[in-house]
């Protein structure tokens, strides 16, 4: 990322950065879509993620993290890397409720990264992790452009199911992390016919 200089982080355990090769994965499969996009990073810990897309080219990025002392390392490794301020938002809250103000405001993003604190395995029984709650999200599916994609991280013991609204386009696996691109389902045009006539 900006010439391979690393980014700061915190000490201790209450960060997980994506693992390097994950997110080069990741990246490597996005290819040209990064250049130009609008994109939400949630649950951005370090900011890897959504600085690496800002230093790849989308015009804009908005990154939600809940901790203070995680935001304070986003802003400081937004001034060592050079990027640009001015196509960078810092928003110190929780994602969902992130979610729900700013899908009340205009402005639709072309990508949504996700890399939330990995979930305890489900072991058959239905995943409650922050991965599977942001994939339910009406929200998100509102605030993702036509043609957007999500890419959305979780640890391969967590059973997350895709729902019906999302198309699967991708899955990246990589040690314990799993990484999917999902793109909203389209909905079939209306045929004309009058559903309520009989």
């Given at each position: 990322m900006a010439g391979g200089r690393l980014l700061q982080a915190p000490k201790g355990l209450t960060v997980r950065p994506t693992p390097d090769l994950v997110r080069q994965a990741v990246?490597?499969?996005?290819?040209?879509?990064?250049?130009?996009?609008?994109?939400?990073?949630?649950?951005?810990?370090?900011?890897?993620?959504?600085?690496?897309c800002l230093s790849r080219g989308a015009s804009r990025v908005v990154s939600v993290e809940l901790s203070g002392v995680?935001?304070?390392y986003i802003r400081e490794n937004v001034l060592r890397l050079g990027l640009p301020k001015d196509r960078h938002e810092l928003r110190v809250q929780d994602v969902f409720a992130a979610l729900r103000q700013l899908a009340s405001l205009p402005g639709r993003?072309?990508?949504?990264?996700?890399?939330?604190?990995?979930?305890?395995?489900?072991?058959?029984?239905?995943?409650?992790?922050?991965?599977?709650?942001?994939?339910?999200?009406p929200e998100l599916g509102v605030?993702?452009?036509?043609?957007?994609?999500?890419?959305?991280?979780?640890?391969?013991?967590?059973?997350?199911?895709v729902p019906e609204a999302w198309e699967e386009r991708r899955v990246?696996?990589?040690?314990?992390?799993?990484?999917?691109?999902l793109a909203r389902r389209l909905v079939p045009a209306a045929s004309g016919v009058d559903q309520e006539s009989t």
């Open positions: 990246f490597n499969s996005l290819g040209s879509v990064v250049d130009g996009a609008s994109v939400l990073d949630l649950f951005s810990g370090t900011g890897a993620l959504g600085l690496e995680h935001a304070r993003f072309d990508l949504v990264m996700a890399d939330p604190p990995f979930g305890p395995k489900t072991a058959g029984k239905r995943s409650e992790s922050a991965s599977q709650r942001l994939m339910e999200a605030l993702l452009a036509e043609g957007g994609l999500l890419v959305l991280g979780h640890a391969r013991r967590d059973g997350v199911k990246l696996e990589h040690g314990d992390s799993v990484f999917r691109m």
